[in-house]
């Protein structure tokens, strides 16, 4: 009998191997196809607590492992469950877990997720990967820091068809879905076969089964007004629009709400759904048009008044990138409201009732006088508003229509020439389509002379608008020369933005050296520097990102 009972665990765990995706593992038996690279430090596969990791007891600064290859047409979703294990949470150069996509005929591996923060248990990371025609690899990279005692390990990697956004709560991550902790009414799992379980439906959705699984929230130990209950979903990593869709159950005794947010990267949130009935007898179905072009959570937030509101229970969250309400709908590029003025003006342009106050135009650089920013000899734009035809030497660059409740970040390089003051001389409108002012949302307030500096400004305004460069000189005498160049846009927060990571083989250095490496430091090595160089006559008087902070 002892026998069979230990043949069918055999064969039930044989089954779920067989199960699993390719790119999958559980590192139980084997490294699933996985191979570290011999040049670095090896991975351990430790077979008893099925993990896999390396750690400081050997000599070296980072190890890799690398997926065999991957191929995939339709939408998956990457799950990573990891632990970093530190001595020290102050390190200058912590530990750190990096993710890198592979692309077949790609120069660079793009860096789809980092994590340095060390912990006392294994933590999830969820990351969307979208459709591609050409195969890949996974590549985890390793680095030890400088920390004498790290380890770094991976238990489970498992990929699965669909959005990482969607869940059935079957399994034990959750899908990467966590609770915001209160002291007083939170989400627990509901269903299954657990003695005690703390379940207050019969059945779940998935299954229509007590064995299924499903999320909750009970008032039962409410004690003040308005506790609310969080349920938060992985970010979603690559822009997503369509349906999301649901199902819950809602019973309510005195006053719940029941709403469904996005929040983006700097804390922003948008309702996007909200209850509209007091009883739900049976699961009921909701769906919400979807829109996430930047980052974003989706949050499920209940609110009760009283120990004696009710409960909510959701289950089988879904996505589909076709809109609950069939409209056709395309996510807006920003890079159409963008322009480094190499070869024309974009899809910018002036009123013929301001006179030409913007010049396109290509000097030569020497040690006086800075060229264009984009390449140092290219074109940029010149307003020179003395000779405007405008009354108060005004001159005003309009760009395209921008889309209504969209989070931007405009960002663009400026120089000035010539002003005694320069306060004022160059400012940003947002303009509604008929070209009526709205709103100044930035201007200069100090700005050294001749230096190119960047700017930039999140808004986000409800109705499709404009955003408008203007320049402005006081009088004819204080007048002088504004210049402009590589405008772009971005859709999120400039601080969301900020927080992105890095396109393959691009650094500013802002923050530090980002996947780049030197063999040795020293006297000859290379070091981040902000402003000029320590020796006059020598190096640039500001960087190329912003003006006056950090290079290399």
Not at 21 to 37: I, L, M, N
Not at 189 to 210: C, E, F, M, W
Request: aromatic letters at 14%.
């Amino acid at each position: 009998m002892l026998r069979l009972c230990l043949l069918a665990a055999h064969a039930l765990r044989l089954a779920g191997a067989a199960l699993l995706s390719p790119g999958s593992c559980t590192f139980e038996d084997s490294a699933c196809g996985y191979q570290w690279d011999y040049a670095h430090l090896p991975w351990t596969l430790h077979g008893e607590g099925h993990y896999i990791s390396v750690d400081t007891s050997y000599e070296g600064e980072k190890a890799v492992l690398s997926s065999p290859d991957l191929y995939s047409e339709e939408w998956s979703c990457v799950r990573l469950i990891y632990q970093i294990a530190t001595t020290s949470d102050t390190s200058p150069d912590p530990a750190r877990l990096n993710l890198y996509l592979r692309q077949e005929g790609e120069s660079f591996d793009r860096l789809l997720w980092s994590a340095k923060e060390p912990s006392d248990s294994w933590l999830i990371a969820s990351l969307d990967l979208m459709n591609s025609t050409k195969k890949y690899k996974l590549v985890l990279e390793g680095e030890m820091g400088q920390d004498k005692s790290t380890s770094i390990a991976v238990f489970e990697i498992k990929i699965t068809s669909g959005y990482c956004i969607e869940c059935d709560f079957e399994e034990n991550h959750l899908c990467g879905y966590v609770n915001r902790w209160n002291p007083n009414v939170n989400w627990f799992v509901g269903g299954g076969s657990i003695r005690n379980s703390q379940s207050i439906l019969p059945k779940d959705h998935t299954l229509n089964s007590a064995l299924g699984h499903y999320m909750y929230v009970d008032s039962v130990y409410v004690k003040h007004f308005q506790e609310v209950a969080q349920l938060i979903s992985p970010k979603t990593m690559a822009p997503v629009s369509g349906c999301l869709s649901f199902y819950y159950k809602l019973k309510q005794e005195s006053s719940i709400v029941f709403t469904v947010y996005l929040r983006d990267m700097s804390g922003f949130y948008e309702e996007i759904w909200k209850t509209d009935s007091a009883l739900n007898a049976d699961w009921t179905l909701a769906e919400v048009d979807f829109n996430a072009p930047y980052p974003m959570e989706v949050i499920f937030e209940v609110a009760f008044n009283s120990a004696k509101g009710g409960y909510v229970a959701l289950d089988d969250i879904s996505f589909s990138p076709v809109y609950c309400s069939n409209q056709t709908g395309t996510l807006f590029n920003p890079a159409n409201a963008g322009c480094n003025f190499e070869e024309d003006l974009c899809n910018f342009y002036q009123d013929h009732k301001d006179g030409p106050g913007w010049s396109r135009v290509k000097v030569k650089r020497n040690v006086y006088r800075a060229g264009d920013h984009t390449t140092g000899f290219g074109y940029y734009l010149l307003a020179n508003t003395k000779f405007t035809s405008q009354p108060g030497y005004i001159g005003r660059l309009y760009g395209p229509t921008l889309p209504g409740n969209l989070q931007f970040c405009l960002r663009f390089y400026y120089a000035l020439y010539g002003f005694f003051k320069m306060s004022g001389t160059l400012a940003v409108y947002i303009f509604e389509e008929n070209h009526v002012v709205q709103e100044k949302i930035w201007s200069v307030l100090d700005s050294p002379k001749g230096v190119w500096t960047q700017a930039e400004i999140s808004f986000k305004k409800p109705m499709p608008c404009k955003v408008v460069f203007v320049s402005w000189c006081k009088s004819f005498w204080d007048c002088g020369l504004v210049a402009l160049d590589d405008v772009s846009l971005s859709l999120g927060s400039c601080q969301a933005a900020d927080l992105l990571l890095p396109s393959p083989g691009e650094c500013t250095f802002e923050k530090d050296e980002c996947v780049f490496t030197q063999k040795k430091r020293g006297s000859g090595s290379w070091h981040r520097k902000r402003g000029p160089t320590p020796t006059s006559y020598t190096g640039p008087r500001g960087d190329h990102t912003t003006g006056d902070t950090t290079c290399i």
